[in-house]
């Protein structure tokens, strides 16, 4: 079974509305990566958060780690074209930080203007 | 964005060839990733170096080998390509614990599409 499942597979949104796309865990997280892939190119960078509760946020991109450490969720506020792509979240399940990251399948956003 | 390239980019190959991707860094990271991506199946480990010449596997390494001789580079070679081997594959490096700064991550090249016919 899968470790680190996220919902949904795929979503298509109009310009400006709000989106949520969940990351969960099986098990207990150490820190819970969020990665954009843009069609055809490699990952980007979000942002990481290690700690129950953390929150962060990047322009109109906000994430959360659960308190349990077993859920994160990524949420994008008026949503832009821009903002269409992949998203994948990457779990440390070893504390090692980012050296050994199992990721998640992966969210297809497509936003209509 | 550290220094990352993926030699080829394009690759279309027969089965039964072999075949060497290649990964070029210039940020001195010690850890280095080949990653596969395939739909349904997200992106997935095949091999890992953390330092030069020494390597371990992932999730899906059979079939694969990879070679790392200096720290810059990182060569994934598929020895007899299968159709099963189709794939966008993926290069990532990290750097050294004592270098690592709380918001790093690994940091991902742009990939290689290989078609095996």
């Known amino acids: 079974s899968q470790e680190l499942e996220q919902s949904p597979q795929s979503l298509i949104v109009q310009e400006g509305k709000n989106l949520t796309i969940n990351c969960t865990s099986s098990?207990?997280?150490?820190?819970l990566y969020w990665y954009k892939q843009k069609y055809g190119e490699g990952l980007i960078f979000l942002m990481m958060l290690q700690k129950g509760g953390e929150e962060k946020s990047h322009e109109k991109i906000t994430a959360k780690l659960d308190e349990k450490k077993q859920q994160s969720s990524l949420h994008i506020t008026a949503s832009q074209p821009s903002h269409a792509g992949i998203y994948l979240c990457?779990?440390?399940?070893?504390?090692?930080?980012?050296?050994?990251?199992?990721f998640g399948k992966g969210t297809k956003l497509s936003v209509i203007p | 964005d550290a220094g990352i390239t993926q030699s080829p980019r394009h690759k279309v190959t027969e089965t039964g060839t072999p075949v060497t991707l290649r990964c070029h860094q210039t940020?001195?990271?010690?850890?280095m990733y080949w990653y596969r991506q395939d739909p349904g199946h997200g992106l997935r480990l095949i091999h890992y170096?953390?330092?030069?010449?020494?390597?371990d596997k992932g999730e899906v390494s059979d079939g694969y080998s990879v070679s790392r001789s200096k720290t810059e580079d990182f060569l994934l070679t598929l020895e007899s390509a299968t159709s099963s081997q189709t794939s966008v594959y993926f290069c990532?490096?990290?750097?050294?614990?004592?270098?690592?700064?709380?918001?790093?991550?690994?940091?991902f090249g742009p990939g290689t599409r290989l078609t095996v016919l």
């Open positions: 990532a490096t990290a750097p050294q614990w004592g270098q690592l700064k709380r918001t790093d991550t690994q940091y």
């Open positions: 170096s953390y330092g030069v010449k020494d390597t």
């Open positions: 990457g779990a440390d399940y070893t504390g090692a930080g980012s050296y050994q990251l199992t």
């Open positions: 098990k207990t997280l150490y820190g």
């Open positions: 940020e001195n990271h010690r850890y």
